[in-house]
């Protein structure tokens, strides 16, 4: 038995990708921006959730299918969107998208993928959802969304919390590029990842798909990294909201939502769903977790809107804290990159086999059968504990 096949969790699909992807790439997926403290507060905050613990139930018959914004789900998962997933393994998108698809949960594209828009639904058959960045070139923007809507994409994600690049030393330090630079430190390293490179080398797909020979200005590597480098755009605010929901013409999920405020506003100017989330650390650093926020933000727009999050989720308690804690659904990142990086498609059935096991097993130790019951009584609050001396 391989150690792909003897893998139980999120960590050891981690500690493969590991080994087989190149370090800029799997620096890439496993950072956060400087000190990287709020990257590592998305998990910690997590443990730091205690459930309650019923028997004596009948646990027969249990169900861990729902919906997540109107849409049919086998588990409360979605994918988020992860840039160069491409780089993780070749395809990586289509890969990570196929597995989704036949999980039946729902898979989202990032603007920065590696794979384009068209490429996936080429090789999926059920819709997915597509992130935007809004960037300085308008009419580019518009015509991404015009693509997405005719790939029938059914979901628009909007994420609100990268107007300017947060820092991220790794990235700096690794020199990431995609395709990257062919130095000799990254051939002798390649030299060590047969699987990797050969895959790459099976594919024309190294670069960024949704942008190369879309924009008049990106015509090459260099070109494509100063046009991006440009893009990023400091105007943009709740009023784009309306224009892109109008072009786009479905749900529009605003992502990167840290503060009740924001989430009000968010509501205001339309959002049809909302992602509690800190883009995983990668942005700004010392801001809080995302999970620490969650009941505050669904305290303020209760019944408004959809409130979903990301970061931190590595384990099906995760995913069932989150929902104890009134999220509607929950968004992987990482934990898909490590099992794409260690196994590609399989590995990425194999992360959602490791999660749905996970949420299976602990929702019936707490007491339920039906994933749709899990709410604020299944986890100890903090007047609880101190009441009963934890």
């Not at 998208?97 to 036949?102: D, I, L, S, V």
């Not at 090789?123 to 992130?131: A, D, E, I, S, V």
Request: aromatic fraction near 8%; proline fraction near 4%.
């Amino acid at each position: 038995m391989s150690a792909f096949d003897r893998a139980l969790t999120i960590d050891d699909l981690k500690t493969i990708a590991r080994r087989k992807v190149p370090k800029m790439f799997f620096d890439y997926a496993d950072s956060g921006s400087w000190t990287e403290g709020t990257y590592r507060a998305n998990e910690d905050d997590f443990r730091k959730i205690t459930f309650r613990q019923r028997v004596a139930v009948n646990l027969e018959n249990r169900n861990l299918s729902t919906t997540m914004m109107g849409q049919p789900v086998s588990m409360p998962i979605a994918i988020a969107p992860v840039g160069s997933t491409g780089m993780q393994s070749a395809d990586g998108e289509i890969k990570a998208a196929r597995a989704a698809e036949k999980f039946g949960i729902p898979f989202t594209l990032s603007t920065m993928s590696i794979c384009s828009i068209e490429d996936v639904a080429e090789n999926t058959t059920k819709p997915f959802w597509f992130q935007l960045y809004v960037m300085r070139d308008r009419a580019f923007i518009e015509r991404l969304i015009d693509r997405a809507r005719a790939a029938n994409c059914s979901a628009l994600v909007l994420t609100m919390d990268l107007q300017i690049l947060g820092q991220r030393h790794k990235d700096i330090r690794n020199g990431l590029r995609a395709p990257p630079p062919i130095t000799p430190k990254f051939l002798f390293e390649i030299a060590t990842k047969p699987a990797w490179a050969f895959g790459m080398l099976g594919t024309k797909r190294r670069t960024f798909g949704n942008i190369a020979g879309h924009v008049a200005d990106a015509g090459d590597l260099a070109s494509l990294a100063q046009w991006t480098g440009r893009q990023f755009d400091l105007t943009l605010n709740w009023g784009d909201i309306g224009w892109i929901k109008k072009r786009f013409g479905g749900p529009v999920i605003v992502k990167g939502v840290l503060d009740p405020e924001d989430a009000r506003l968010a509501v205001e100017n339309g959002a049809d769903g909302i992602v509690v989330s800190n883009h995983g650390g990668r942005q700004l650093d010392g801001a809080p977790s995302s999970i620490r926020v969650l009941p505050a933000i669904v305290d303020a727009i209760g019944e408004k809107t959809e409130v979903l999050m990301d970061g931190g989720i590595r384990s099906g308690q995760d995913v069932l804290k989150a929902l104890a804690l009134g999220a509607k659904g929950v968004l992987i990142g990482r934990a898909m990159a490590f099992g794409l990086g260690a196994g590609g498609e399989a590995g990425v059935t194999h992360a959602l086999n490791i999660l749905q096991r996970e949420t299976d097993i602990t929702m019936a130790l707490m007491g339920e059968r039906d994933i749709r019951n899990v709410g604020p009584h299944n986890i100890y609050s903090n007047e609880l504990e101190r009441r009963q001396g934890y």
